[in-house]
């Protein structure tokens, strides 16, 4: 009897952590369209990303970037984790600093360290929105 009323605590503290509005038959159905609606956003902003890079990769300034800082987001797409690289970036003009944030492969994080020169595209508009090619 035991084993029964450990399954019952244990049901009974789901229901007190599942938030009311998701509750019941109409709660499930409404936690399905906030998990759709959510997941529609995040592909959004994936294709956005993607049209970006393509955009950069054809009509981008090149120059090179120094990596002077990786951190992880806390992010992760199939198991590759998202990363903010802090760069010093060099075109025609003046070195400076941006950030971009990449999913790295796990197998090419060491090609990511603070110190290692990489290739860039720079939007001409926007110094800030790069690209490593």
Do not use: W
Not at 2 to 20: C, H, I, S, Y
Not at 50 to 63: D, F, R, T, V, Y
Not at 109 to 130: N, R
Request: with cysteine; net charge neutral; charged share 15%.
């Amino acid at each position: 009897m035991g084993f029964l009323k450990n399954l019952r605590t244990v049901k009974k503290q789901a229901e007190a952590m599942t938030p009311p509005e998701y509750r019941g038959i109409g709660g499930s159905m409404r936690l399905a369209k906030d998990g759709m609606a959510q997941m529609s956003e995040t592909l959004e902003g994936q294709v956005a990303h993607q049209q970006k890079a393509m955009h950069l990769s054809q009509n981008g300034i090149p120059g090179t970037a120094t990596i002077t800082a990786v951190r992880q987001t806390g992010v992760f797409i199939n198991e590759n984790p998202e990363c903010d690289i802090d760069l010093t970036v060099t075109t025609s003009g003046e070195p400076y600093a941006a950030t971009v944030r990449q999913t790295l492969a796990l197998v090419a994080i060491p090609q990511f360290q603070p110190g290692t020169a990489v290739p860039v595209k720079v939007d001409p508009q926007d110094p800030q929105s790069l690209i490593i090619a």
